[in-house]
Nanobody
Framework: QVQLVESGGGLVQPGGSLRLSCAASGRTFKAYAMGWFRRAPGKEQEFVAAISPSGIGTLYQDSVKGRFTISRDNAKNTVSLQMNSLKPEDTAVYFC?????????????????WGQGTQVTVSS
């Protein structure tokens, strides 16, 4: 069983930056692929980024490539999402997810554990 707690959301102006963090419980964190997803108002949940257990393999949604960076610290059981050059369309609730497998994937249905989410609002 893995419990995930996100933090770092908030209100930021367009062009600004935020860093989301996800703290995971459990001794097997280093074996899990991790992902970030988001749900904007009135829209379906969408994939943002994912990372392999080693941190070497990463995946990104096309709209965030070059602006967002996913990383992890297995010693601290954390995964982070650095978000730069934020746009109003990035406004959403962001969720951290863990997959009981070393392969990071884009499909939310492939993830086994989820956090409660953290709100990110990009507005002037």
């Amino acid at each position: 069983q893995v419990q995930l707690v996100e933090s770092g959301g908030g209100l930021v102006q367009p062009g600004g930056s935020l860093r989301l963090s996800c703290a995971a419980s459990g001794r097997t964190f280093k074996a899990y692929a991790m992902g970030w997803f988001r749900r904007a108002p009135g829209k379906e949940q969408e994939f943002v980024a994912a990372i392999s257990p080693s941190g070497i393999g990463t995946l990104y949604q096309d709209s965030v490539k070059g602006r967002f960076t996913i990383s992890r610290d297995n010693a601290k059981n954390t995964v982070s999402l650095q978000m730069n050059s934020l746009k109003p369309e990035d406004t959403a609730v962001y969720f951290c997810a863990a997959r009981d497998s070393p392969l990071p994937l884009r499909s939310a249905s492939q993830y086994d554990y989820w956090g409660q989410g953290t709100q990110v609002t990009v507005s002037s």
